[in-house]
């Protein structure tokens, strides 16, 4: 079965720098991978997503992911946090799409506190 | 496009009673799923619909849980003899489906069984 493993359970950042959030999978084929985010009292919002091709992947509010398949790896970047970045991040996994239903897996989230 | 909306948002109920949740999708969206987050946890499946077909279910879904979208369109998930193990965020998605997927998450159902 697959999983996916987000080592930083809380990352604090200071405002205007730069931030990565980890996200490592586990599966036996490349499966889809996506980003959410989660403020609180809100439901889950989409970041971006991988399916296939260019192995870095741009989404809203200014982050992009990069797909590392040797390192099995899906990391999310932002070049300059802004405060209200600040929420809970979610990577999760797919290992199939088409006609079949979206069972995401997803890792257990990291917290981003972002300090003015 | 008004979101995917769930009904209610907080729910407080004794041990032993049962509860109903209810989904509205957005409209047009053939596909509705259910899942359960607990704290420090990331969201975990529990069932899946296209239309009112109930496709998919989780072993997570005892048989105290049982979920409905009767005319495809609004979908109701109801546990019965509440457990304090149930205590969670019930998160309602829906989506068009197709190749390029893509889910479309409700606030919530957050439920504290006492």
């Known amino acids: 079965a697959q999983s996916v493993t987000q080592p930083d359970i809380h990352i604090t950042v200071s405002e205007g720098a730069s931030l990565e959030l980890r996200c490592n999978y586990s599966?036996?084929?490349?499966?889809?991978l996506f980003w959410y985010v989660q403020s609180p009292g809100q439901g889950l919002q989409l970041l971006l997503k991988?399916?296939?091709?260019?192995?870095l992947v741009q989404g809203i509010k200014g982050f992009e992911a990069e797909f590392k398949r040797s390192q099995s790896s899906f990391n999310l970047r932002k070049p300059s946090v802004h405060w209200s970045d600040a929420a809970e991040y979610f990577c999760?996994?797919?290992?199939?799409?088409?006609?079949?239903?979206?069972?995401?897996?997803f890792g257990k989230g990291t917290k981003l506190s972002v300090i003015p | 496009d008004t979101g995917v909306s769930q009904d209610p948002r907080h729910k407080i109920t004794k041990r032993g009673q049962n509860v109903t949740f209810r989904c509205d999708p957005i409209s047009e969206h053939n596909r509705l799923y259910w899942y359960r987050q607990t704290l420090g946890q990331g969201p975990e499946f529990l069932t899946y619909?296209?239309?009112?077909?109930?496709?998919?279910k989780s072993r997570l879904l005892s048989d105290r849980f049982s979920a409905e979208r009767p005319k495809g369109s609004f979908s109701t998930l109801e546990i019965q003899r509440t457990e304090q193990g149930d205590s969670a965020m019930y998160l309602c998605a829906s989506s068009l489906g197709g190749s390029n997927e893509k889910l479309f998450f409700g606030s919530g159902t957050q439920l504290s069984v006492l």
């Open positions: 619909f296209q239309n009112e077909a109930q496709l998919e």
């Open positions: 991988y399916f296939s091709g260019d192995t």
């Open positions: 599966y036996g084929a490349t499966p889809y």
């Open positions: 999760a996994v797919v290992p199939y799409s088409g006609a079949g239903s979206y069972q995401l897996t």
